[in-house]
């Protein structure tokens, strides 16, 4: 696997490139089929007092999608520690789910030998029912108010009970029940919030602040 580091406002050392190379192996190791990895580590210096920073992303790059991670530390070394540990974390995933798919398909599976329709909850009408509704012989009632009221969409409704996490467990969560998203109440700050996938291994987070509603003007 072909590697290139980069540097933004700092120099990229001899023990850098070392401690890369050892740690390379470890993400060959998961992702066998992966062609290159991109190091970028990007030194930020602020006006403020605050201390200085590194930032390495690691974006891995082959048959697949692209796997990106980053990690902030004041030492680069330890932000490269993290930003490894996150990705290996996100290829292990992902390598998981390949291999559950494959030993549990999802959808609809049909069997030749008995005929039947497994993966899919939906019972198949007897050849009685078929042969009614091809003759026209099952009766149909019309209403006319139900047909005013009829709508093509349909929304459907569900309740839980709210549940307070980090941002961290609760993209655990929706990793662990393979939803795209995860609807949670924010521990930190109290606000009902959303992770979701984005593309590649990318997450986003959409939050709720919590103000008064607009007050409704009073016709005189």
């Known amino acids: 696997m072909d590697t290139n580091i980069v540097g933004v406002g700092v120099g990229i ?24 990895l991109e190091v970028k580590v990007t030194h930020r210096s602020y006006r403020n007092g605050r201390m200085e920073d590194d930032t390495v992303e690691l974006t891995l790059d082959g048959k697949g999608p692209v796997v990106r991670a980053e990690a902030t530390d004041a030492d680069k070394f330890a932000a490269l520690d993290l930003a490894v540990d996150k990705i290996s974390e996100q290829v292990r995933r992902a390598k998981d ?34 042969r ?9 009632q019309a209403d006319s108010a139900e047909e005013e009221d009829y709508c093509p ?25 393979g939803h795209d998203f995860f609807l949670f109440i924010d521990a930190r700050t109290d606000h009902p ?28």
């Not at 549990?104 to 049909?110: D, I, L, Q, V, Y």
């Not at 409704?157 to 549940?163: C, H, L, R, S, Y």
């Not at 291994?201 to 919590?210: K, R």
């Open 153 to 177: 969409v349909v929304i459907r409704q569900k309740e839980f009970e709210a549940e307070w996490m980090t941002v961290e467990d609760a993209v655990d969560r929706m990793e662990l029940v």
């Open 97 to 130: 789910k390949r291999v559950d798919l494959r030993n549990h398909p999802r959808g609809a599976k049909f069997e030749k030998g008995t005929g039947e329709i497994a993966g899919i909850d939906v019972e198949p009408a007897s050849v009685e029912v078929l």
């Open 13 to 36: 050392t001899d023990r850098f490139r070392s401690v890369v190379e050892e740690k390379v192996s470890r993400i060959e190791h998961l992702a066998p089929r992966a062609q290159a």
């Open 193 to 220: 919030s959303v992770v979701y996938r984005r593309k590649g291994w990318d997450y986003g987070v959409i939050e709720l602040t919590t103000q008064a509603q607009p007050a409704v003007p009073v016709a005189s």
């Open 132 to 140: 009614a509704i091809a003759t026209g012989s099952v009766p149909v």
